[in-house]
Nanobody, 116 residues
Framework: QVQLVESGGGVAQLGGSLKLSCTGS????????MGWYRQAPGKQRELLGLRTPGGTTTIPSASVRGRFTLSRDSATKTLYLHMTDLKPEETTVYFCNKAAMPFNSWGQGTQVTVSS
């Protein structure tokens, strides 16, 4: 069973940047597309972006396209989310997981707070 651990969250200023990291015990080998998600209170979890094993990054979320991107370190099996130009409304918990079902168990996520 893969256990995912997200880190790197914190407080950023309006327009600031943060880099989130995703690792896991028994982390999936580099043969699955992985994604970053966020879930605001009372809303559905939103897929922000995904990275394929071949290294292609896709940002399905129009709200973050052009500001967020993903990278992956195959050696350490770490997935990153690079966030720039952050907005207060993006304050919430961010998660990583496979980009498609069946998902691994969800981790605790990492809290991102953007202050104005």
């Amino acid at each position: 069973q893969v256990q995912l651990v997200e880190s790197g969250g914190g407080v950023a200023q309006l327009g600031g940047s943060l880099k989130l990291s995703c690792t896991g015990s028994g982390f999936v080998s580099n043969d699955k597309a992985m994604g970053w998600y966020r879930q605001a209170p009372g809303k559905q979890r939103e897929l922000l972006g995904l990275r394929t094993p071949g290294g292609t990054t896709t940002i399905p979320s129009a709200s973050v396209r052009g500001r967020f991107t993903l990278s992956r370190d195959s050696a350490t099996k770490t997935l990153y989310l690079h966030m720039t130009d952050l907005k207060p409304e993006e304050t919430t918990v961010y998660f990583c997981n496979k980009a498609a079902m069946p998902f691994n168990s969800w981790g605790q996520g990492t809290q991102v707070t953007v202050s104005s």
